[in-house]
């Protein structure tokens, strides 16, 4: 049997330039300033392909359209696609909800698979809200949901909360 095979090229900005406003702007500034394209995207997004980012206190929304490159050996989009969709989105609804000079980490990610993600299912969105903030740590959902509104995933994450060096 022949392959065909398939290529794919992108590109990224240095996330250093990113990082520089880390400490100086909250969280919600940040995150909508690289949904209005003002500051770059990390480079994952640029790598898996979210886009149509928009934040608000509390709340973050982002879409993906599944392609081949994100498939597995079985023939549906990667565990570790899904997963990193609702990482972002859980970890980035906490940085909407931070002050200038306070970071965050993801201490963990609870995912819970409900339906197959194809081609077939078309573009797909993931929202993540904010379950509860505290000084030290958060407790975000995040839901993938297909044109219909259906559940495909969900994921539960907690983030340490810290003042930037």
């Known amino acids: ?6 290529s794919r090229t992108y590109g990224w900005t240095d996330p250093s330039a990113v990082a520089a406003h880390l400490g100086r702007r909250g969280g919600l500034d940040l995150i909508r300033a690289m949904a209005a394209g003002e500051l770059p995207a990390p480079p994952i997004m640029h ?49 909407t909800t931070l002050p200038a000079g306070t970071g965050y980490t993801s201490l963990d ?13 078309g573009r797909v969105r993931c929202e993540g809200t904010v379950l509860n903030r505290g000084r030290r740590t958060a ?27």
Request: hydrophobic residues 45%.
């Open 1 to 6: 049997m022949e392959e065909t095979q398939r």
């Open 47 to 95: 790598t898996i392909g979210i886009s149509d980012m928009e934040a608000k206190e509390g709340w973050i929304g982002l879409e993906l359209t599944p392609q081949e490159f994100h498939y597995n050996p079985l023939g549906s989009v990667h565990g570790g696609v899904i997963s990193t969709l609702l990482d972002t989105a859980a970890a980035c609804a906490v940085h």
């Open 109 to 121: 990610l609870t995912v819970k698979f409900v339906r197959p993600v194809t081609i077939a299912t």
């Open 139 to 165: 407790l975000a959902e995040a839901r993938l949901t297909d044109a219909a509104g259906k559940l495909l995933a969900h994921g539960t994450s907690s983030c340490l909360i810290f003042e930037m060096p």
